[in-house]
């Protein structure tokens, strides 16, 4: 079975920082672009960084640019975010979705593009 699970989520004092892990099982992640989104109460879901498998090119989204880090690690099969300086509105809930592309380019934002899915984690900020 293919699947993403997340983990890491938390509750984190502002200005400091957040590590979430999407692992994967079932299939190779780094063969496909995946990405992270996240959703707040009563906001749409948001992209807000994605690596692209083909090129290894990485995408963020305004809203996080300069203060977060994608990566994965083939080894773990585990793809990973990195957001710091945290601030009240990121708190979220964050989930991984992976493509069954090799990169979507500047699409990547499109959540309709991303056949797996992870059930999120949960970042919450405190002021």
């Known amino acids: 079975e293919r699947q993403l699970v997340e983990s890491g989520g938390g509750l984190v004092q502002a200005g400091g920082s957040l590590r979430l892990a999407c692992a994967a099982s079932?299939?190779?992640?780094?063969?496909?672009?995946f990405a992270w989104f996240r959703q707040a109460p009563g906001k749409e879901r948001e992209g807000v960084s994605s690596?692209?498998?083909?090129?290894?090119?990485?995408y963020y989204s305004d809203a996080v640019k300069g203060r977060i880090i994608i990566s994965s690690d083939s080894a773990k099969n585990t793809g990973y975010l990195q957001v710091n300086r945290l601030k009240p509105e990121d708190a979220a809930g964050y989930y991984c979705?992976?493509?069954?592309?090799?990169?979507?380019?500047?699409?990547?934002?499109?959540?309709?593009?991303?056949?797996?899915w992870g059930r999120g984690t949960q970042g919450s900020v405190s002021a």
């Open positions: 079932g299939f190779i992640l780094d063969d496909y672009a």
């Open positions: 979705g992976a493509t069954l592309k090799p990169g979507l380019g500047e699409a990547w934002t499109d959540g309709w593009s991303y056949f797996y």
């Open positions: 690596i692209s498998s083909s090129d290894g090119n990485t």
